[in-house]
T-cell receptor, first 114, second 114 residues
Framework: KNQVEQSPQSLIILEGKNCTLQCNYTVSPFSNLRWYKQDTGRGPVSLTIMTFSENTKSNGRYTATLDADTKQSSLHITASQLSDSASYICVVSDRGSTLGRLYFGRGTQLTVWP | EADIYQTPRYLVIGTGKKITLECSQTMGHDKMYWYQQDPGMELHLIHYSYGVNSTEKGDLSSESTVSRIRTEHFPLTLESARPSHTSQYLC?????????????FGEGSWLTVV
């Protein structure tokens, strides 16, 4: 069964600190992996998208890594800000159909305290 | 920034009422989706469309129906709402890019059935 597991489920850090969120997946055949940020009561917004051949990709203070061999990805947030408080969702797409079926993790709820 | 719009954002209705959640996108995307998301849980695909006059049911069984008469419009209808339909409904659209299909989400419609 294709699955996407994220850890931790929730995380509290102080403003200015760094943190790393984890995503493990079993989706096969793999097409790409996305990290989304979802503010409370809003729709998810794409942060990064990575294909099989990409190991790391940055978007400002967000850096995503991908190890396609171990089927693991991480999202590292540097110098956290209060506005980083949100749910971070890992989404993996397969390439077994024209739709490119998406598999969603449950998200990591990040809270940044001042 | 994604040009995909959902209305209403928040709705409280009585059991048995008929409701339609509107979704429009101005990006000319062929693929559109409806997801259902309960608080703290992952997104579940309930409907999708490849283009005009194309609609398919998603992974999660839903009593809702959709239509796709125009490319930019993908409304979702519940003929007789029940409390079990209380949830957040997210509309999305996608188009191919260099890394695959990037999904753009609307802000979501929060439905409460009392």
């Amino acid at each position: 069964k294709n699955q996407v597991e994220q850890s931790p489920q929730s995380l509290i850090i102080l403003e200015g600190k760094n943190c790393t969120l984890q995503c493990n997946y079993t989706v096969s055949p793999f097409s790409n992996l996305r990290w989304y940020k979802q503010d409370t009561g809003r729709g998810p917004v794409s942060l990064t998208i990575m294909t099989f051949s990409e190991n790391t990709k940055s978007n400002g203070r967000y850096t995503a890594t991908l190890d396609a061999d171990t089927k693991q990805s991480s999202l590292h947030i540097t110098a956290s800000q209060l506005s980083d408080s949100a749910s971070y969702i890992c989404v993996v797409s397969d390439r077994g159909s024209t739709l490119g079926r998406l598999y969603f993790g449950r998200g990591t709820q990040l809270t940044v305290w001042p | 920034e994604a040009d995909i719009y959902q209305t209403p954002r928040y709705l409280v209705i009585g059991t048995g009422k008929k409701i339609t959640l509107e979704c429009s996108q101005t990006m000319g995307h062929d693929k559109m989706y409806w997801y259902q998301q309960d608080p703290g849980m992952e997104l579940h695909l309930i409907h999708y469309s490849y283009g005009v006059n194309s609609t398919e049911k998603g992974d999660l069984s839903s009593e809702s129906t959709v239509s796709r008469i125009r490319t930019e419009h993908f409304p979702l209808t519940l003929e007789s709402a029940r409390p079990s339909h209380t949830s957040q409904y997210l509309c999305a659209s996608s188009a191919p890019d260099g890394s695959g299909n990037t999904i753009y989400f609307g802000e979501g419609s929060w439905l409460t059935v009392v």
